[in-house]
């Protein structure tokens, strides 16, 4: 199983970026799929997750959508008026519909907000 994460990069607070995540070896459409980072000195923390619906840490509600396209085994978060706080490395993360563990784990995208 793989998960290939990608979108990051460097943007001024306000701005917007979209990540994407690649899931291969894995039948997509029966996990859950999460969205998780970890800033510098910091614990790694939920970001967002899809399954039949969709959940997001305070901290992003309102301004990151997560979305998936089970055609392209692919899941998006998308990230709206960036804040410096928001700087971290964000992973991607697969969960087995019906469990509590997320089982699978990307390699992690930079994002860095300057303000």
């Known amino acids: 199983v793989q998960l290939q994460a990608c979108g990051g990069g460097l943007v001024q607070a306000g701005g917007s970026l979209r990540l994407s995540c690649a899931a291969s070896?894995?039948?997509?459409?029966?996990?859950?799929m999460g969205w998780f980072r970890q800033a510098p000195g910091k614990e790694r923390e939920f970001v967002a997750r899809?399954?039949?619906?969709?959940y997001y840490a305070d901290s992003v509600k309102g301004r990151f959508t997560i979305s998936r396209d089970n055609a392209k085994n692919t899941v998006y978060l998308q990230m709206n008026s960036l804040k410096p706080e928001d700087t971290a490395v964000y992973y991607c993360?697969?969960?087995?519909?019906?469990?509590?563990?997320?089982?699978?784990w990307g390699q992690g995208t930079l994002v860095t907000v300057s303000s």
């Open positions: 993360a697969a969960q087995r519909a019906g469990t509590s563990t997320y089982r699978y």
């Open positions: 070896g894995l039948t997509f459409s029966v996990y859950n």
């Open positions: 899809i399954s039949s619906v969709t």
